[in-house]
């Protein structure tokens, strides 16, 4: 699945276009490797998402093409949530 669809299905990100104006930034990583709006996530990635000043961490659990609101944390476990102190980019 494409992690700009992914972000919005999860509800980590509220709509799939900001997902990829926020991805075309090169700020998010899955497993190390800066992401693209079309890069592919599996079950098992890390993906770390820079959102202001929050730091997330998150390990993908599930790929569903579907999410009810209320069943959407199901699909992934948050790993670390850090805030940092001085943040360069606000987004």
């Known amino acids: 699945m494409r992690i700009d669809k992914y972000l919005k299905l999860?509800?980590?990100i509220k709509r799939r276009t900001v997902a990829?104006?926020?991805?075309?930034r090169g700020i998010f990583l899955i497993n190390g490797k800066v992401a693209k709006p079309s890069s592919e996530v599996n079950e098992g990635d890390i993906l770390v998402?820079?959102?202001g000043r929050h730091k997330l961490t998150v390990k993908v659990l599930k790929i569903v093409n579907y999410s009810k609101k209320e069943d959407s944390h199901e699909l992934y476990t948050v790993i670390n949530d850090e805030i940092i102190e001085e943040s360069n980019e606000i987004i």
């Not at 990829?20 to 075309?24: F, I, T, Y």
């Open 49 to 51: 998402l820079q959102l």
């Open 10 to 12: 999860t509800r980590l």
């Open 20 to 24: 990829k104006e926020l991805l075309d």
